[in-house]
């Protein structure tokens, strides 16, 4: 069974803050990816990876980077938190999108 | 880029009637369809996918259909039970599986 695991359900952090999201999975997938989920909005492609320390932007990247140095982890951060980034992540891997339980982020 | 819109976003329904959902997308490149079920607070799920070369698809209750010409998809749910209640979204996907593109969500609501 595929297992996606994210770092934290909960995160709370200040304005300007510096926010590390981990995401980690445990099936050798090649594709990784960063959502944010917005009521009214649908899942909002922030960037995938389809390879260790291979990154493409998504839709949304402003504001974010994202990591990859080893197949099965895949991180997204946050260099400056604002309070627009408040708003659900969700990692996903594979090609047919296993999703991680989602961290809910607040920036305040 | 590619466009994905979801109609409705709030459909309620009565135990054992059928939901239909409903989804247009713009790139005629895209040819990798997946609906997800997101119940609430958990994680979105893959519950049926359908590929261009297909038109229909079905998995005992659920169904998906495709229309490349008009480039729209729909799924179909069968005999509406409670625990069918959760947000549905479709998406489309290039064959690459690289970008995946998300509709709006539809909130299903099923009364017992």
């Known amino acids: 069974d595929v297992k996606v695991t994210q770092s934290s359900r909960y995160l709370v952090k200040r304005t300007g803050e510096k926010v590390f999201l981990e995401c980690v999975q445990d099936m050798d997938h090649e594709n990784m990816f960063w959502y944010r989920q917005d009521p009214g909005l649908g899942l909002r492609l922030i960037y995938f990876?389809?390879?260790?320390?291979?990154?493409e932007k998504g839709d949304i990247p402003e504001g974010y980077s994202v990591s990859r140095e080893k197949k099965e982890r895949f991180s997204l951060i946050l260099e400056s938190a604002s309070t627009n980034q408040t708003s659900m992540y969700l990692c996903?891997?594979?090609?047919?999108?296993?999703f991680g339980p989602g961290t809910r982020l607040t920036v305040l | 880029g590619e466009n994905v819109e979801q109609h409705p976003s709030t459909l309620s329904v009565q135990e054992g009637d059928s939901a239909v959902i409903k989804c247009t997308y713009s790139?005629?490149?895209?040819?990798?369809f997946p609906w997800y079920k997101q119940e609430l607070g958990k994680r979105p799920q893959l519950i049926i996918d359908i590929r261009s070369n297909v038109g229909e698809k079905k998995d005992q209750r659920i169904a998906v259909t495709l229309n490349k010409t008009a480039k729209h998809f729909s799924l179909h749910i069968t005999e509406t039970q409670p625990e069918d209640s959760a947000v549905y979204f479709c998406a489309a996907s290039n064959g690459n599986f690289n970008k995946f593109y998300f509709g709006s969500g539809t909130k299903l609501n099923v009364k017992p």
């Open positions: 990876s389809y390879d260790v320390k291979m990154k």
């Open positions: 790139d005629s490149a895209s040819n990798y």
């Open positions: 996903a891997s594979g090609r047919t999108q296993y």
